[in-house]
């Protein structure tokens, strides 16, 4: 007989149920019974997206809309809605410039990526930069001091922080809980015919008696078809034993735009029992790590193709799966009927379905343990602490999102301070940081430019920074794979970019300069006229720091200092002479 398995998170399928609806409602501010208001614009040109809200990426769920600013930077950037700005961010990374409106309405609306803020906004975060004399800032202003209306410029757009390209990220969240909602319930209004293509769909052996064709390794099919309708290519049916799950690799485009956007809506039906959901509506931002266990991770990195898994881990707390059942039994005799059905936020869907046919079981050689494997149990309670000589690892429960077998070894390398200690692969993927541990070679003991080194599955090393305590370094990490000791001696590279030393430079707008680091980056920057500290702008994307003229460039010679350091404390420092 064939079971559909069940859940202890079986609630949520009732989540259509008043009471359950109320619950979640209060405790999540989720979406289902809210009634939005419609907002305004926040640019003035047509709406074409790059990116929808809720898109399941590794380590990362997208929080809002990425509008095409026509592949350039400077569009005026509009409030949607009466308020008051809350929060103004400046930095090199993630969200670069952004602003934070505060409605009245109990919503709060985004805006990232920015060129540069407008009028007195501009001169109000320069004033704190230049007052705390640094670059990157977090600025909470007083309610009353940029009340907003519906249609106030506030900014232009750009290509600021983490952005891969000129374009307005825009988010809306709940103001009290902070949770990004899908900002299309505010009454945006896109053209939308094209439906979600399928490209793969995947079926994953659960558990040590399940075989699939013969087999314990998951398979990948291929698909055929289009405009809505799909089939696996030349087959229609999947044959095995035991407890499956299932995947399937899809994309949407959202109107006339060619980016492979994210569905809306992840639907699996079992003989037509809807089984398994995930619905971009509403998320915590303590949530993204778990879309790393909605996804096949491994397979997203061996094959850089993202599958969302049916199978639902038991340390997976991620909201926007609203039905959890998506695993089926079978034995030999049973047919099951599998359909997929992805669909966008207009409303378009497509479906792909196939059989899954029980077979009598099957022997198949199961792969031997080797002693250098440690199983690793997501609740903690077995080997949440793992110690190899002077190498160690430890785990809070819920850092795995399911118990996990973790081969560990060591080897012995040039130009470390330690041995090379491996914990895992980086096809491996925890939801919380863990701490590692290295005691270094007695000799580099007290050096104090050692750092922990992270070597991932194709040699490439980064710094995972540490500090020594009692004797060992010590530092934290969500990455899998090969640890070290190591020492960083060298500087960083600072070069001027747009002008020679002693040259007349009134001509130009802004001082710019190439900083680099090799190993533990780039820690601090800071430029100074004539041993004044101005305010030097870092766009790390372009080993970019500039420094943009203002009254602090004086008529005449002007002495110029660039001082960088590094991870470990290193700096370098530059001196120039311009005339202005």
């Known amino acids: 007989m064939r079971n559909i398995s069940t859940n202890k998170d079986s609630n949520h399928m009732k989540k259509r149920s008043i009471l359950v609806l109320l619950l979640v409602f209060a405790a999540l501010g989720l979406s289902a019974q809210e009634s939005f208001p419609e907002y305004g614009r926040p640019l003035d040109i047509p709406i074409y997206l790059s990116a929808t809200f809720g898109e399941i990426r590794p380590n990362h769920i997208h929080a809002g809309l990425d509008i095409k600013t026509q592949g350039v930077e400077g569009k005026k950037v509009y409030a949607v809605a009466d308020g008051y700005i809350s929060r103004i961010g400046v930095s090199p990374y993630g969200y670069g410039n952004v602003l934070y409106i505060t409605h009245y309405d109990g919503y709060t609306s985004v805006y990232a990526h920015l060129q540069r803020f407008s009028g007195e906004i501009a001169k109000y975060v320069k004033d704190y930069q230049y007052k705390h004399k640094k670059f990157t800032s977090q600025i909470y202003p007083d309610k009353d001091r940029f009340p907003v209306k519906k249609g106030d410029l506030i900014a232009y757009s750009g290509n600021s922080g983490g952005s891969g390209g000129p374009h307005l990220h825009f ?6 809980s902070e949770k990004p909602v899908n900002p299309m319930y505010f009454g945006y209004k896109i053209d939308d015919n094209v439906k979600p293509l399928i490209q793969g769909v995947a079926v994953y052996p659960i558990g040590d008696e399940t075989t699939l064709e013969g087999g314990i390794k998951p398979m990948y099919f291929s698909v055929e078809g289009g405009n809505g309708k799909y089939s696996l290519k030349e087959r229609s049916i999947v044959e095995g034993n035991g407890e499956m799950a299932f995947g399937i690799c899809t994309y949407d485009q959202v109107g006339t735009s060619t980016n492979k956007n994210g569905p809306y809506l992840y639907e699996l039906f079992l003989d037509d029992v809807l089984a398994f959901q995930v619905e971009a509506d509403s998320f915590s931002y303590s949530e993204p790590r778990y879309v790393n266990s909605l ?30 059942n998506g695993t089926v039994t079978v034995e030999e005799g049973d047919t099951v009927n599998v359909c997929f059905k992805i669909s966008d936020y207009a409303g378009n869907s497509s479906r792909i379905s196939f059989k899954l046919v029980g077979t ?19 609740d903690g309670s077995l080997n949440s602490e793992v110690t190899i000589e002077d190498f160690t690892v430890s785990m809070e429960r819920g ?4 118990d996990e077998w973790i081969q560990t070894g060591q080897r012995d390398a ?3 301070c330690s041995r090379i200690y491996r914990f895992g692969t980086d096809e491996l993927t925890t939801f919380k940081p863990f701490k590692v541990r290295i005691r270094p070679d007695e000799a580099w003991a007290d ?5 922990v080194a992270y070597i991932d599955n194709n040699g490439k090393v980064s710094s995972l920074g540490g500090k020594m305590k009692n004797g060992a370094m010590e530092t934290e990490t969500r990455n899998m794979g090969e640890f070290t000791v190591k020492i960083d001696t ?5 070069k001027a970019s747009n002008f020679k030393d002693g040259q007349d430079v009134s001509a130009l707008k802004s001082l710019r300069f190439k900083i680099s680091d090799d190993m533990t980056g780039i820690e601090t920057y800071d430029i100074y006229l004539d041993d004044v500290w101005v305010l030097g702008q870092y766009d790390a994307k372009n080993a970019l720091l500039y420094y943009e003229f203002d009254e602090k460039m004086k008529k005449g010679t002007n002495n110029v200092k660039v001082v960088v350091t590094d991870g470990v404390g290193n700096r370098k420092t530059l001196k120039m002479k311009v005339g202005y």
């Not at 009598?360 to 997501?378: H, I, N, Q, T």
């Not at 050096?447 to 750092?451: G, V």
């Not at 060298?490 to 600072?494: K, L």
Request: aromatic fraction near 10%; charged fraction near 35%; include cysteine.
């Open 171 to 176: 988010e809306i969240r709940h103001t009290v």
């Open 295 to 324: 996804l096949d991770y491994r397979h997203y990195k061996q094959k850089k193709s993202s599958y969302v898994r049916t199978e639902t881990d038991p340390f997976n707390k991620l909201h926007m799966i609203l039905k959890r």
């Open 360 to 378: 009598a079981p099957v022997e198949v050689e199961r792969p031997v343990r080797r002693r250098s494997e440690y199983l690793v149990k997501a």
């Open 399 to 402: 850092t795995l999102f399911r």
């Open 414 to 416: 040039k130009g470390c």
């Open 447 to 451: 050096h104090p430019k050692k750092y």
């Open 490 to 494: 060298v500087a960083p590279t600072v």
